[in-house]
């Protein structure tokens, strides 16, 4: 915790494989050079992608999902169409860290149709739009709130 000030401006490639502390989240707007976010489904996405810096320029989000598809695809979706509620006389790209968004991963969902039908229409279509490849796996593991409502 003590290092990472030291090292988070010359980071790549940072993976979360649990929900960070608000110390280290704080710290997160020092990740100026941050190319790969990798988080897993324990992470609180919101927070994580909230403090990254506007000027980041991350270029692959890899997301593990467990049951919070809906959820997940309605937070990135809001996070790289620019609002057109807010007083932004920028509507030509999204501001902030996902500005620069190529790739969007996901190894751990259902195949293209069914992530479609679960909740993720939006999210694929507006990373169709914006030219946001995205890699969808087929792990048997990926379950699915609705199936419970």
Same mark, same amino acid.
């Given at each position: 915790?003590?290092?990472?000030?030291?090292?988070?401006?010359?980071?790549?490639?940072?993976?979360?494989?649990?929900?960070?502390?608000?110390?280290?989240?704080?710290?997160?707007?020092?990740?100026?050079?941050?190319?790969?976010?990798?988080?897993?489904? @324990?992470?609180?996405?919101?927070?994580?992608?909230? *403090? /990254?810096?506007?000027?980041? #320029?991350? =270029?692959?989000? &890899?997301? +593990?999902?467990?049951?919070?598809?809906?959820?997940?695809?309605?937070?990135?979706?809001?996070?790289?169409?620019?609002?057109?509620?807010?007083?932004?006389?920028?509507?030509?790209?999204?501001?902030?860290?996902?500005?620069?968004?190529?790739?969007?991963?996901?190894?751990?969902?259902?195949?293209? @149709?069914?992530?479609?039908?679960?909740?993720?229409? *939006? /999210?694929?279509?507006?990373? #169709?739009? =914006?030219?946001? &490849?995205? +890699?969808?796996?087929?792990?048997?593991?990926?379950?699915?709130?609705?199936?419970?409502?």
């Amino acid at each position: 915790m003590r290092a990472f000030p030291s090292v988070a401006p010359s980071l790549v490639r940072l993976s979360l494989q649990h929900r960070p502390s608000p110390a280290l989240v704080a710290h997160f707007a020092l990740l100026a050079r941050l190319e790969h976010l990798e988080c897993h489904f @324990a992470v609180d996405l919101a927070q994580v992608l909230d *403090a /990254l810096p506007s000027t980041a #320029r991350l =270029r692959t989000l &890899e997301l +593990e999902l467990d049951y919070n598809l809906a959820d997940v695809a309605a937070l990135v979706v809001a996070r790289l169409v620019p609002s057109s509620s807010s007083s932004s006389c920028s509507t030509s790209s999204a501001p902030g860290p996902l500005a620069h968004l190529e790739r969007l991963r996901i190894p751990r969902a259902p195949r293209a @149709a069914e992530f479609r039908e679960f909740g993720g229409a *939006a /999210l694929l279509d507006v990373c #169709r739009e =914006r030219g946001v &490849e995205v +890699e969808v796996g087929e792990t048997v593991a990926w379950r699915t709130r609705l199936f419970a409502d």
